[in-house]
């Protein structure tokens, strides 16, 4: 903000949030760029991640695994069916659901997309030792619980 043309310092820009966010902005498009690499887009390989751990899942599963609502899942899907990594198939025990499943292709993304993470990990905690590390994750961890975050 400025008054009087001279910059003044915003409180907001002071808080640990906002640097929380600050940083976050960045990783997300650190990994973005790695992630691009085997062309997808962040967001993206976290849906793979839970079909990597549980193929088969229902899109409700999904949406809550992710934290994310099922129109959101919805769309994903779509976009990861048209490039070939995932199929829908409906579900054979409740006719009003579908399950979702790798295709061979979302298989053989998995090495590169955990490559792509690890890169980015040692790129953004570089400047931490191994303590320091155990400890922002320990923190971080206590953050996500205090905003009721327990899956996503």
Not at 65 to 78: C, D, F, N
Not at 125 to 139: I, K, N, T
Request: charge should be neutral; proline fraction near 4%.
């Amino acid at each position: 903000m400025k008054s009087n043309g001279v910059e003044v310092n915003h409180p907001v820009k002071e808080t640990t949030g906002f640097a929380l966010a600050k940083v976050c902005k960045a990783h997300r498009g650190n990994v973005g760029g790695m992630l691009a690499e085997v062309g997808l887009h962040v967001g993206q390989e976290m849906v793979l991640i839970e079909l990597w751990q549980s193929d088969g899942l229902r899109g409700g599963e999904l949406a809550c695994r992710l934290g994310v609502e099922p129109p959101t899942v919805t769309k994903m899907l779509r976009r990861l069916e048209g490039i070939g990594l995932v199929e829908r198939r409906p579900d054979p025990t409740d006719a009003r659901s579908f399950r979702v499943y790798l295709t061979e292709e979302g298989r053989a993304l998995e090495d590169p997309v955990s490559l792509s993470w690890e890169r980015a990990e040692e790129r953004t905690f570089a400047g931490l030792d191994a303590s320091e590390r155990r400890e922002l994750g320990r923190l971080l961890a206590k953050v996500r619980a205090g905003l009721g975050a327990s899956r996503n």
